[in-house]
């Protein structure tokens, strides 16, 4: 019998929730109780959903939004344990599923000293900082990874411009850390639901609106089966 998508990645997420990091291959088809080829076969299937981001060598899980199975420039600590963020966005979804009272330590703009966000009761507490889109959403599966390493916090605005000077690299669309918190809320919400699935184009153009998430690197083709 197929894995399905949905059985694949709520075991995923949840394991990592509850661990701190990705089931195995083996361990999976535990789980599942299903064949391992069958496993690497629904993984496959899973990564062209853009449910997960494999190894490209060894089909173990390397990303499942919001999470990251190996160090980046975004801890997560709640309840005494600690999990990766891929970027600014999904460090806020991985203390939406792993709240209430989380800190999310991380460097602003990966170049100056670390600042630590409180949540507490599901409530941001510092919200003097801004988040750098600065790839079209459109674009973002292109190469995920890198679209992630690029979704920073910053002090404010003449930060962003200041950094996208000084690398080299366009500046996006820029917006209150707030205003985020409350996107990835709804964005990640339901990433840990037995019955997950995908957000289709319309779905998520309908959610950036929700949340005032507005001009050309939020604009998505309203088709497909997934974002």
Not at 164 to 185: L, M, S, T, Y
Request: proline fraction near 7%; charge should be negative; glycine fraction near 8%.
């Amino acid at each position: 019998m197929p894995v399905t998508h949905a059985d694949l990645h709520h075991a995923i997420i949840n394991t990592i929730i509850e661990r701190g990091w990705a089931p195995s291959i083996d361990e999976l088809s535990t789980l599942l109780d299903a064949d391992r080829q069958a496993v690497v076969v629904g993984l496959r299937a899973l990564q062209d959903y853009h449910g997960v981001v494999l190894h490209p060598h060894n089909d173990e899980v390397w990303v499942a939004h919001p999470f990251s199975t190996v160090p980046t420039g975004f801890l997560v600590r709640a309840r005494g344990k600690e999990w990766w963020g891929n970027c600014a966005w999904c460090s806020l979804g991985a203390a939406a599923l792993t709240g209430p009272d989380v800190t999310i330590t991380t460097v602003p703009g990966f170049d100056r000293s670390q600042v630590s966000l409180r949540i507490e009761g599901n409530t941001l507490l510092d919200t003097n900082y801004v988040v750098h889109f600065p790839t079209p959403m459109v674009r973002a599966w292109d190469n995920v990874v890198s679209t992630c390493t690029m979704m920073l916090l910053f002090d404010d605005e003449p930060a962003v411009d200041t950094w996208c000077a000084k690398h080299g690299k366009q500046k996006g669309d820029v917006r209150p850390i707030n205003q985020i918190w409350e996107f990835a809320r709804e964005w990640y919400g339901r990433h840990n639901d037995p019955d997950w699935k995908k957000w289709t184009p319309t779905e998520a153009a309908d959610i950036f609106a929700r949340h005032g998430l507005d001009g050309p690197i939020w604009e998505l083709p309203l088709e497909g089966e997934r974002f």
